[in-house]
């Protein structure tokens, strides 16, 4: 059994990989020309790496919600995984929703801006 200690630790180290996988992601996608693309792509790799999810419907212990999922379809049952599915669709929407809105946005105040001084 996990101690607090080690539940921090492994979190720990899963946050510091998972940054660091994202940065390697985001210079990828920076290449891309289109930006509302590249950055909805970003968004679904935030949600799906760090969306956290309870381990157990009884634990308080919280694990990545994709790897809750998939250990739920393969261990308990293959309906099982809709527990932990819910809050990850739901943070995939609002992430997806919040990149879209910030790539409109800068593009919005940019015509703006443009056609204001001209």
Do not use: H
Not at 52 to 62: C, I
């Amino acid at each position: 059994m996990l101690d607090l200690y080690d539940y921090i630790a492994g979190w720990a180290i899963y946050l510091f990989a998972g940054t660091l996988c994202y940065m390697i992601f985001y210079r990828f996608t920076g290449r891309i020309r289109s930006k509302p693309l590249a950055n909805t792509l970003r968004a679904v790799l935030i949600a799906l790496m760090f969306t956290p999810w309870y381990v157990g419907p009884e634990a308080d212990l919280l694990a990545p919600a994709l790897m809750v999922m998939l250990l739920d379809m393969i261990t308990v049952d293959t309906s099982a995984f809709i527990r932990a599915f819910v809050p990850l669709i739901l943070s995939l929407v609002f992430c997806v929703l919040l990149a879209l809105s910030g790539t409109f946005l800068k593009q919005a105040i940019k015509r703006r801006t443009k056609t204001g001084s001209s």
